[in-house]
T-cell receptor
Framework: SQQGEEDPQALSIQEGENATMNCSYKTSINNLQWYRQNSGRGLVHLILIRSNEREKHSGRLRVTLDTSKKSSSLLITASRAADTASYFCATDETNNNDMRFGAGTRLTVKP | DSGVTQTPKHLITATGQRVTLRCSPRSGDLSVYWYQQSLDQGLQFLIQYYNGEERAKGNILERFSAQQFPDLHSELNLSSLELGDSALYFC????????????FGEGSRLTVL
């Protein structure tokens, strides 16, 4: 079964706007990761945030983690058409050795 | 290029048949994960191997099996194929058994007719 659930399922914005995607999960985690997938391609790792971290930045990406609410958000600032892709959160559960992915948010950035 | 190689890239077969998907992890990576992605869906975790041993099992059907060989490459065997098995099958690798960053291959697209 999937662990994370992203929302919204789809998001369409104009170039230059910010995009925010959310992820909720159900169990205790060691870390949470965000990945990007261009249509039909392999996933690419974007950022990892550990359970004892609350916020992390990488370039135009900002990730927050609220373990009390079991939720995370990914913010992409100043979006570009090239950011068009699906974005997935993945959780490393405390009691499992696997990585569970959510259903993803499909982001479309219009030029 | 993630360094993870999956073959074949595309595969078309008939119901009832058996196929084998192959994955070569990044050099030095000991963990291999297999995922199934149906059309426009999320990734379903199938199975994980670490240094030749099964480490975790997800939603893998009994018709499916996998193994990791001493040279660390892995194979996913799908048998008695059904139409619903049509999907992208991804392999990912990581350097350790504890889950950090996963490096994904480009996937094997299986079409069952």
């Amino acid at each position: 079964s999937q662990q994370g659930e992203e929302d919204p399922q789809a998001l369409s914005i104009q170039e230059g706007e910010n995009a925010t995607m959310n992820c909720s999960y159900k169990t205790s985690i060691n870390n949470l990761q965000w990945y990007r997938q261009n249509s039909g391609r392999g996933l690419v790792h974007l950022i990892l945030i550990r359970s004892n971290e609350r916020e992390k930045h990488s370039g135009r990406l900002r990730v927050t983690l609220d373990t009390s609410k079991k939720s995370s958000s990914l913010l992409i600032t100043a979006s570009r058409a090239a950011d068009t892709a699906s974005y997935f959160c993945a959780t490393d559960e405390t009691n499992n050795n696997d990585m569970r992915f959510g259903a993803g948010t499909r982001l479309t950035v219009k030029p | 290029d993630s360094g993870v190689t999956q073959t074949p890239k595309h595969l078309i077969t008939a119901t009832g048949q058996r196929v084998t998907l192959r994955c070569s992890p990044r050099s030095g990576d000991l963990s291999v994960y297999w995922y199934q992605q149906s059309l426009d869906q999320g990734l379903q975790f199938l199975i994980q191997y670490y240094n030749g041993e099964e480490r975790a099992k997800g939603n893998i059907l009994e018709r499916f099996s996998a193994q990791q060989f001493p040279d660390l490459h892995s194979e996913l065997n799908l048998s008695s194929l059904e139409l619903g098995d049509s999907a992208l099958y991804f392999c990912a690798s990581s350097s350790s058994g504890a889950t950090g960053e996963l490096f994904f291959g480009e996937g094997s697209r299986l079409t069952v007719l």
